[in-house]
């Protein structure tokens, strides 16, 4: 998407499209690395608002890919394998 294009959604636009671009590349749930993310891909956009990390925290519990949703819910970390044997997904 282009800058132009980012400039002109409103919030609710612009949170929409974090969490796609979050589901897309994932990143750890802390206020540092959302706040990371955020920046990275909003780089350069002239925008009136910058949502929070604790914004776009919630917006990720609301809406997003239905996988990612799951897991959480569900209470398995999404970064060990299923087989159980405690080895980190890479």
Do not use: C, H
């Amino acid at each position: 998407m282009s800058l132009r294009a980012l400039e002109s959604l409103s919030r609710a636009e612009l949170l929409s499209f974090l969490v796609s671009r979050y589901d897309s590349d994932p990143v750890a749930r802390s206020n540092a690395a959302l706040s990371r993310f955020i920046d990275e891909i909003l780089e350069g956009a002239d925008l009136d608002w910058r949502p929070s990390p604790r914004r776009l925290r919630r917006a990720l519990q609301r809406g997003g890919d239905p996988k990612r949703n799951m897991t959480s819910v569900s209470g398995n970390d999404s970064r060990v394998s299923s087989a159980g044997n405690g080895e980190a997904l890479p």
